[in-house]
């Protein structure tokens, strides 16, 4: 159920405006502005969209459900993919919708990781295991356990597995695009 009056009061305080301006705004009362905010009343339809009018929010997004996005991802939320280039486990289901794209790259002896070209943003890596190298065109980057990386997405470039056995990296990338 929609707290019309407590929202009221949450816009109203954001434009740091005081019950009497926004009475004054919309031609209606201190005291009903304030039995509103209290939900002692209900306002029309046309009292609403004054309202709204003066605070700047459309009757959409003022009744627009409010939504939490999720905060805690489960192994039981991850998408696994597993291909010549390493396994890639994306963290967060849906990420495409999100700033950035955080994901586990596994690589086996021997492997790399597909070659990553130019894009808008940029790449952090944390190594969790192993050693890998990032190499941009003649330059080779050595990245050991525990070390990170960040590079400008304007680089192309692969990582590569630069041990005997697996390395494993937490690697992301903003905005998503893996």
């Not at 009018?53 to 039981?76: C, I, N, P």
Request: proline share 3%; charged share 25%.
């Amino acid at each position: 159920m929609v707290e019309i009056g407590r929202k009221i009061k949450q816009y109203r305080r954001q434009l740091d405006l005081t019950q009497e301006e926004l009475a004054q705004r919309t031609e209606l009362t201190k005291g009903y502005i304030s039995q509103l905010e209290n939900d002692l009343c209900s306002p029309s339809i046309a009292t609403l969209e004054d309202i709204l009018s003066v605070l700047g929010v459309s009757l959409r997004d003022f009744f627009a459900e409010e939504r939490l996005d999720k905060v805690v991802y489960t192994q039981a939320d991850y998408f696994v993919s597993d291909s010549d280039n390493g396994k890639l486990t994306w963290l967060i289901p849906n990420s495409q919708v999100k700033q950035m794209e955080p994901i586990i790259l596994t690589l086996n002896e021997g492997q790399q990781s597909i070659e990553r070209y130019p894009f808008e943003g940029e790449e952090f890596g944390y190594v969790l295991y192993g050693a890998v190298d990032v190499v941009c065109g003649s330059s080779r980057f050595r990245v050991k356990k525990g070390e990170t990386f960040s590079l400008d997405g304007k680089q192309q470039h692969t990582i590569q597995n630069a041990k005997n056995g697996e390395s494993k990296l937490l690697w992301v990338t903003t905005p998503s695009n893996f």
